[in-house]
Nanobody
Framework: QVQLVESGGGLVQPGGSLRLSCAASGSIISIYTMGWYRQAPGKKRELVAA???????NYADSLKGRFIISRDNAKNTVYLQLNSLKPEDTAVYYC?????????????WGQGTQVTVSS
């Protein structure tokens, strides 16, 4: 019914940049907060950044200043600009959306996109 599809991951050298995209599709009535999480091998999934439907962002303290979250409500899409990447940013990045479809609210996840930072 509803899908979140991420794109934009890949291999990048330290200091490089990537832009991740996540598009929500299906019979969506409303999308509230959208966000990005990441999970590195052997670690718990952690919040990277989130943004409300009104465009107010929230970042993990350790990532402020390097990553920028934005969204295009007309396209049901959220973006994550990753700058000054470090090897420790290597992880699977997951899109998350709090949205309303059918007759209830749902917490939805994408399938994840791999980001590898290595020389």
């Amino acid at each position: 019914q509803v899908q979140l599809v991420e794109s934009g991951g890949g291999l990048v050298q330290p200091g490089g940049s990537l832009r991740l995209s996540c598009a929500a599709s299906g019979s969506i009535i409303s999308i509230y907060t959208m966000g990005w999480y990441r999970q590195a091998p052997g670690k718990k999934r952690e919040l990277v950044a989130a943004i409300t439907s009104g465009g107010n962002p929230n970042y993990a303290d350790s990532l402020k200043g390097r990553f920028i979250i934005s969204r295009d409500n007309a396209k049901n899409t959220v973006y994550l600009q990753l700058n000054s990447l470090k090897p420790e940013d290597t992880a699977v990045y997951y899109c998350n959306a709090d949205l309303y479809y059918g007759d209830s609210r749902h917490d939805c996840w994408g399938q994840g996109t791999q980001v590898t930072v290595s020389s």
